[in-house]
Structure formats: C-alpha cells, structure tokens
Nanobody, 124 residues
C-alpha cells in the first residue's frame, strides 16, 4: 500500500514562497508519476502540477506556470512543489497524488493514491 505524507504548508504573505514536500512509502518511487492538486473552500479539487516517473515530463496548470516548480528526489522518495510569487487565489489545501503509470495526468480520477493534504494560506 502506497502511503503519501505532505508537509510544508503554512501562512505566507502575497508575493512570498513556500516549498511543499510529499514523502512516499510502500513502493519504488521511480515506477510512477505523481502530482499535486489543490482544493479551495467551496470549490472542486483542481490540478496544479505533475511529474513523470523519470522526471523528464512536467505538467502545470496555466495559473501556476512560471511560478511553481515540481521536482522529485529518488533517493528520498519525495516530490516537491516550490511555490513562488504566491497569490491570495493560491490559498487551498494541497494534496499529493500517485498513479500506477509512468506518465503524468491532469485528471484527479487518474490517480490511485492520495495524501491527507496540507493547508496553504496566502494572506496579508
């Protein structure tokens, strides 16, 4: 059973930065694509970013492209989401997701495992 644990959320002012981490356990990290999703109050869960098993392919939603960077560290079985120039509209619970395929996907239903989420609040 794959277990995902997110960390790194918190309160930050607009224009600031945060780095989210997702530690995976239960299988070899290199076999799978992983992604980040977020859900704001009263809204549906939405895709943020995803990375392939090799790290060579990265997908981003338009609203974060150029500000967020997804990466993975095989030795630590961890993926990261570096979030820069944060805006109030980035406020949400951020979820890490894992899928049983090597290529990334933008749809939540394509992912098999989910973390519990970490809160990110952007406010002055």
């Amino acid at each position: 059973q794959v277990h995902l644990a997110e960390s790194g959320g918190g309160l930050v002012q607009p224009g600031g930065s945060l780095r989210l981490s997702c530690a995976a356990s239960g299988r070899a990290l290199s076999d799978n694509a992983m992604g980040w999703f977020r859900q704001a109050p009263g809204k549906e869960r939405e895709f943020v970013a995803a990375v392939s098993w090799s790290g060579a392919t990265k997908l981003y939603t338009d609203s974060v492209r150029g500000r967020f960077i997804i990466s993975r560290e095989y030795a630590e079985s961890t993926i990261y989401l570096q979030m820069n120039t944060l805006k109030q509209e980035d406020t949400a619970v951020y979820y890490c997701a894992d899928r049983d395929y090597t290529h990334p996907h933008r749809e939540a239903h394509a992912y098999n495992y989910w973390g519990q989420g970490t809160q990110v609040t952007v406010s002055s």
